[in-house]
Structures are given as C-alpha cells and as structure tokens.
C-alpha cells in the first residue's frame, strides 16, 4: 500500500541531543511538509519542499534542519537550539499540483528532558 | 494563504447531521477550499475539497457561498466515530505559493450518543 512512514512513533531524548525524525513516502510525491503540534493546539509549518534538493522554512523553523536528497524521504533534524523540542511531528506529501490534498504520516511523538 | 476561521468546538447528537462552518473571507479565486479531520494522536485525514460548486464525496459534502467567503462541511449521519478536530484551509495560487499549507486549530466536534 502507499503511503507516508514516519518512525518512530515515540522518541526520547535528554536536552542538548540532536534528533533526526525519519519521513518516507512511497507515494511518488514532489512536495513534503513538516508540522509541529503540541497539545490542544492546530498544525504549525516548520519546513516544507517542493521538489529534491530544495526546501523553505515555514513559521517556526529556528532550531530545526531538514534535507531533502531523495524524493520518497524528508527527514527533520531537531536541533538543541530549540528552547521546547517536546511535541508532536507530522510529516506529509503532496503531488504538488495546487489541488491536490497533503497525505499525512501517524506522527512521532518527541519527548525531551 | 488566506486564513480560515472556525468555531473551536461543536456538539452533535449521534445519527443526526452534523454542519461544520469555516469563514474564509480573504479567499482568492484560485484557492481551493480544503477540509481534514484528525483523531487524537493520529495525522490529519484528508476529507474533501472544491472550489466553487458543492461536492460530495463517500464521507461528507462541502457546501461553498457563492461569494466563495464562506463554507460548511456536512457529515450527514455523525457517529461516535466522527469526534475529532476538524480543520478547514484554503489552498491554491500561482508561483509555487500554493505549497505553504497552513493549518488553523479547527473545530474538535464531539458526537453525543
């Protein structure tokens, strides 16, 4: 089945570590997105790329990094630079074409302390 | 993107039809109107979009203004099973401009049996 991986669902880390938070999708999408939600709160944009080997900062990029060298991953990089890393991630795909909907991931859950 | 505004919560009785409102009143003639709903700890489910003319799909209906500023989402016989938050976005435009998908905090509908 097609579709969008994230992994893994939950993940912990002490503060001051570097994660990466893996997004695969075998959809043949151009355009990946990454969102931050915390609790009782909307999707916030973080980074989002239209095709390989480009990407734009969203809203809220500061202490965050992404690549984007294969079209099927988008991985994103929490750095410690951000001051409330604890949240939940979301990555989706699109095909680019501007009605097109975002297919989304099930999320991974980071939890820092 | 324009923005979306939407009441951030709403009850409806099991069984009966449930009528979601989204004012989007900046809304530019190319944007797309989108809904999403998302069940706790999971990513957004993508439910239904249009343009200008009503649609319908397996899941819901879209009803759109014709002034296009305004717009409701139908669940036609709710179930325990539609309590979630549910988000509506515009979406659409030239020059790549179409890819910064923005989400509000959407309308946690719960269903009552």
Same mark, same amino acid.
């Given at each position: 089945d097609g579709g969008i991986t994230q992994s893994?669902?939950?993940?912990?880390?002490?503060e001051g570590q570097n994660v990466t938070l893996s997004c695969e999708q075998n959809l043949n999408h151009d355009a990946m997105y990454w969102y931050r939600q915390d609790p009782g709160q909307g999707l916030r944009l973080i980074y989002y790329s239209q095709i390989?080997?480009?990407?734009?900062?969203?809203?809220?990029?500061e202490?965050?990094?992404?690549s984007r060298e294969k079209k099927e991953s988008f991985p994103l990089t929490v750095t410690s630079a951000q001051k409330n890393p604890t949240a939940f991630y979301l990555c989706a795909s699109s095909s680019g074409q501007y009605n097109s909907p975002l297919h989304f991931g099930n999320g991974t859950r980071l939890t820092v302390t | 993107?324009? *923005?979306?505004?939407?009441?951030?919560?709403?009850?409806c009785a099991e069984g009966r039809a449930a009528n979601l409102p989204c004012n989007h009143s900046t809304i530019s003639g190319n944007e797309y109107v989108y809904?999403? $709903?998302?069940? %706790?700890s999971q990513g957004p489910q993508y439910i239904i979009h249009g343009l200008k003319n009503n649609e319908t799909n397996e899941m819901?209906?879209?009803?759109?203004?014709?002034?296009r *500023?305004?717009?409701?989402?139908?669940?036609? %016989?709710?179930?325990l099973r539609d309590t979630a938050v549910?988000?509506?976005?515009? $979406?659409?435009?030239g020059s790549g401009g179409y890819q910064k998908v923005t989400f509000g905090t959407g309308t946690k509908l719960q269903v009552i049996p």
């Open positions: 893994p669902k939950y993940l912990f880390r002490k390989v080997n480009d990407f734009q900062k969203g809203d809220i990029a202490g965050y990094s992404v | 993107d324009a *923005k979306t505004t939407q009441p951030p919560s709403m009850d809904w999403y $709903r998302q069940i %706790h819901a209906s879209l009803i759109i203004t014709e002034d *500023k305004s717009s409701t989402l139908i669940l036609p %016989h709710a179930t549910y988000y509506c976005i515009v $979406r659409g435009g």
